[in-house]
Nanobody, 119 residues
Framework: QVQLRESGGGLVQAGDSLRLSCTASGRTLSAVAMGWFRQAPGKEREFVASIRWSGGTTYYADSVKGRFSISRERARYTTYLQMNSLKPDDTAVYHC????????????WGQGTQVTVSS
């Protein structure tokens, strides 16, 4: 079983920055991609960013392009989400996810970390 543990959330003011981390542990993990998703109260979960585990290609939601940056440390099975110029609309629970080799979608999820941005 693969476990994902997120950290780095918190309460910040608009314009501030945060860096989220997600580390995978458990049985040997072969990942296609790692991603970040978020869910705000009363809203559906939405994609934020992802990174291909092998080549490092990154993808971003339009709402975070230019402000967020995703990266990874392959040796530590860790992905990071650097969030700059945070806005109140970024307030949500942020979840890390992994798409394993052979899976057609993200099939491992973390519990999430709360990010709250005050105006």
């Amino acid at each position: 079983q693969v476990q994902l543990r997120e950290s780095g959330g918190g309460l910040v003011q608009a314009g501030d920055s945060l860096r989220l981390s997600c580390t995978a542990s458990g049985r040997t993990l072969s990942a296609v991609a790692m991603g970040w998703f978020r869910q705000a109260p009363g809203k559906e979960r939405e994609f934020v960013a992802s990174i291909r585990w092998s080549g490092g290609t990154t993808y971003y939601a339009d709402s975070v392009k230019g402000r967020f940056s995703i990266s990874r440390e392959r040796a530590r099975y860790t992905t990071y989400l650097q969030m700059n110029s945070l806005k109140p609309d970024d307030t949500a629970v942020y979840h890390c996810a992994v798409q394993s080799v052979g899976a057609t979608e993200y099939n491992h999820w973390g519990q999430g970390t709360q990010v709250t941005v005050s105006s």
